[in-house]
């Protein structure tokens, strides 16, 4: 952490050996989280848009460890993808909470993890429990419900849980996070129902993962190399037979799942 005489202390970004294990890099990085404070201010330092490509969350994410401003749940977990994204082994997915307390629902989200199987979270919150897990639990459903008992004993109960699929290592993607691939409401779950579904969704990750996502994803350095020929130019794809030709113009259909959701994120600047 640097400080000079006139200088409020700026924690230090960590960096590590390539011989460091990752459940040390983890713990340096929830370190480095947690240097940066809780923002109780009341003021959002940072704005958040949840539908934007990650390399513009990336973007963000270094701006915040220039600024080194106190941060909330939703900017701690975009600050934990960009600072793990060098960690090829490590697979990084969105967990929300909703939670019923005293007549009111309250919102938090982490950044889950599984490295070797086991699984674990980065974020920051203003109950420790409720923040970083180590990587050592064997199951997703675990990790969950270690969770659930930390806001039982903060008198939370826990109503919804959103599990997004995992995030690109590329920090030049232009694809966006998928926040909220699996739903699960606790009002119409059995508790066996419950850890199927949270196990179903951590098959569907590994399944994901194993059979790769397809292509690499679209980066901005690719997407400048997309280029349609000039007029007048000539094509070689324009002497082949039209069964050949490539089609052009296709527009990707609008992808509900891909809009923000928002809710208990508000933005105040």
């Not at 401003?69 to 900017?75: R, V």
């Not at 994204?85 to 950044?111: A, E, Q, W």
Request: hydrophobic letters at 30%.
């Amino acid at each position: 952490m640097f400080c000079s005489p006139f200088q409020i202390p700026i924690p230090s970004v960590p960096a590590f050996q390539p011989s460091t294990p990752i459940p040390e890099r983890l713990e340096a990085v929830q370190r480095y989280i947690r240097e940066l404070q809780y923002n109780h201010t009341g003021t959002q330092f940072f704005e958040i848009k949840k539908s934007r490509p990650l390399t513009g969350l990336m973007d963000l994410a270094k701006e915040m460890t220039k600024e080194a401003l106190p941060i909330k749940c939703l900017e701690a977990v975009i600050l934990g993808i960009y600072l793990t994204n060098n960690m090829t082994t490590l697979d990084r997915f969105p967990i929300s909470f909703k939670t019923h307390f005293s007549g009111n629902y309250f919102r938090h989200i982490v950044l889950g993890v599984n490295f070797g199987g086991r699984y674990g979270a980065l974020g920051i919150s203003r109950r420790e429990e409720l923040m970083y897990k180590a990587p050592v639990f064997r199951t997703l459903s675990e990790l969950i419900f270690d969770f659930e008992e930390a806001y039982r004993r903060c008198w939370h109960t826990l109503k919804k849980v959103k599990l997004g699929h995992c995030v690109s290592h590329d920090p030049h993607s232009v694809e966006q996070i998928e926040w909220k691939h699996s739903i699960l409401d606790l009002d119409k779950l059995s508790r066996e129902d419950f850890r199927k579904d949270l196990e179903r969704h951590a098959r569907d990750m590994r399944l994901k993962i194993g059979k790769g996502t397809g292509p690499p994803s679209p980066t901005k350095d690719r997407k400048k190399d997309v280029s349609s020929p000039q007029r007048g130019q000539a094509s070689p794809h324009r002497r082949n037979s039209r069964g050949d030709r490539r089609p052009s113009g296709e527009k990707k259909p609008t992808d509900s799942k891909a809009m923000p959701d928002l809710n208990g994120y508000q933005i105040r600047v």
